[in-house]
Nanobody
Framework: QVQLVESGGGLVQAGGSLRLSCAAS????????MRWYRQAPGKQRELVAG???????NYADSVKGRFTISRNSAKNTVYLQMNSLVPEDTAVYYC?????????WGQGTQVTVSS
């Protein structure tokens, strides 16, 4: 049973843009905190961006000024707009949400940035 469904990953040239989307299934109640993580081969999973129920946002230093996280709470959906992509952004990106004390993860979507 897939509960968080991601889309938007793919291959892009350096300097290009991608927009990731992650939508929760109807079986998941409203999610308060939503985040994007990424993990490259051989590296630790890292927090890329987060957004709270009140709209506050936070970003990893490496993506500040380039990435923007947003949400549509009515649709239980979170987005990640990625601009000025560099090869170091290459990773599997995972969306994450917390609802009623339970954690939910997306299946992951591959983002590859060519030089």
């Amino acid at each position: 049973q897939v509960q968080l469904v991601e889309s938007g990953g793919g291959l892009v040239q350096a300097g290009g843009s991608l927009r990731l989307s992650c939508a929760a299934s109807g079986s998941i109640p409203s999610i308060g905190v939503m985040r994007w993580y990424r993990q490259a081969p051989g590296k630790q999973r890292e927090l890329v961006a987060g957004i709270g129920s009140g709209g506050s946002t936070n970003y990893a230093d490496s993506v500040k000024g380039r990435f923007t996280i947003s949400r549509n709470s009515a649709k239980n959906t979170v987005y990640l707009q990625m601009n000025s992509l560099v090869p170091e952004d290459t990773a599997v990106y995972y969306c994450f949400g917390i609802s009623s004390g339970r954690s939910y993860w997306g299946q992951g979507t591959q983002v590859t940035v060519s030089s």
